[in-house]
């Protein structure tokens, strides 16, 4: 079974095990690929990149939201009310 990894770095869990802040740091900011057997296990992703993903989904889900709600009715108040 052949199985896509996302990534153009990947390493095995074992380098994982012996120097994980040396296969961290391997890939210059960019996720890796942690094998297991050759098959993708899970991704190690800098802080840095998860938080912008993070970002990112949040932004989707406001977006989804607002997207939501646009046919609703609204009341108009003028900024002397608020």
């Known amino acids: 079974m052949t199985t896509r ?3 153009e770095n990947a ?3 074992s380098e994982l095990k012996a ?3 040396k296969v961290a740091l391997s890939a210059s900011g960019e ?3 942690v094998l297991n ?3 993708p296990a899970f991704y190690c992703v800098p802080a840095e990149t998860y938080e912008l993903l ?3 989904v949040e932004n989707l889900e406001l977006l989804a939201l607002a997207e ?3 046919d609703e009715i609204s ?3 003028s900024l002397d009310d608020l």
Do not use: C, F, G, Y
């Open 5 to 7: 990894i996302l990534t």
């Open 11 to 13: 390493a095995s869990i």
């Open 19 to 21: 120097n994980p802040m």
């Open 31 to 33: 996720a890796i690929a």
């Open 37 to 39: 057997r050759n098959e």
């Open 54 to 56: 993070m970002d990112h």
């Open 68 to 70: 939501s709600r646009k």
């Open 75 to 77: 009341i108009k108040v």
